[in-house]
Nanobody
Framework: VQLQASGGGSVQAGESLRLSCVAS????????INWHRQVSGSQREVVAS???????TYLDSVKSRFTASRDNAKNTAYLQMNSLEPEDTAVYFC??????????????WGHGTLVTVSS
């Protein structure tokens, strides 16, 4: 069971990045994917989520700039980040959650990928 996140980097404000999260070892189409970010010294926050049926939700501060998507055929989730701002600088993590009726949720975390936005 593994999640491999990639796509982070250093960009200027206003530029874009696309994060990818490749999953293996479980049935990806059943998974909800949450994208979290964490700034050093702060709590991790959820910036975007996409359910198994493709419904998305976003943190208010990234609405209209970030888009979560998924390609079940590739076992991959994406976070397209446009119009990046210095405040978006953080380590970004993908998380998979599969709800199992009558049992504990199946949760997997990927390694973080650093996004740095300079002004």
């Amino acid at each position: 069971v593994q999640l491999q996140a990639s796509g982070g980097g250093s960009v200027q404000a206003g530029e874009s990045l696309r994060l990818s999260c490749v999953a293996s070892g479980f049935y990806f189409p059943n998974a909800a994917i949450n994208w979290h970010r964490q700034v050093s010294g702060s709590q991790r926050e959820v910036v975007a989520s996409i359910t198994d049926t493709g419904t998305t939700t976003y943190l208010d501060s990234v609405k209209s700039r970030f888009t979560a998507s998924r390609d079940n055929a590739k076992n991959t989730a994406y976070l397209q980040m446009n119009s990046l701002e210095p405040e978006d600088t953080a380590v970004y993590f993908c998380q998979v959650v599969i709800t199992i009726p009558g049992a504990q949720d199946f949760v997997v975390w990927g390694h973080g990928t650093l996004v740095t936005v300079s002004s």
